[in-house]
């Protein structure tokens, strides 16, 4: 199997989770979303909203944080490209 890092594969593999395209980083009661970060079209990470309208992310082996969509943007993880949703889960 090869494995291409390139975002449309990794839209492709967030698939079964939420459809593209979310229409932008806005909370919407009701949705989910995540952003998809990248650097020249290479995906570098992604981000789940949180229920505040915060985001959250897993950066390497250390703990979840919480932060702004724009607070991971620079030359590590380039910047949010995509946006994907799906229907919130009920409580």
Do not use: N
């Given at each position: 199997?090869?494995?291409?890092?390139?975002?449309?594969?990794?839209?492709?593999?967030?698939?079964?989770?939420?459809?593209?395209?979310?229409?932008?980083?806005?909370?919407?009661?009701?949705?989910?979303?995540?952003?998809?970060?990248?650097?020249?079209?290479?995906?570098?990470?992604?981000?789940?909203?949180?229920?505040?309208?915060?985001?959250?992310?897993?950066?390497?082996?250390?703990?979840?944080?919480?932060?702004?969509?724009?607070?991971?943007?620079?030359?590590?993880?380039g910047?949010?490209?995509?946006?994907l949703?799906?229907?919130?889960?009920?409580?």
């Open positions: 199997m090869v494995r291409a890092r390139t975002l449309a594969a990794f839209i492709q593999a967030l698939l079964p989770w939420a459809t593209p395209p979310g229409p932008d980083d806005r909370l919407e009661p009701g949705w989910a979303k995540v952003a998809i970060y990248a650097t020249d079209e290479r995906p570098t990470h992604a981000a789940r909203q949180l229920s505040s309208g915060k985001w959250t992310s897993k950066l390497g082996s250390d703990d979840d944080i919480e932060h702004a969509l724009e607070g991971l943007c620079g030359a590590t993880y910047a949010v490209v995509q946006f949703q799906r229907p919130a889960a009920q409580p």
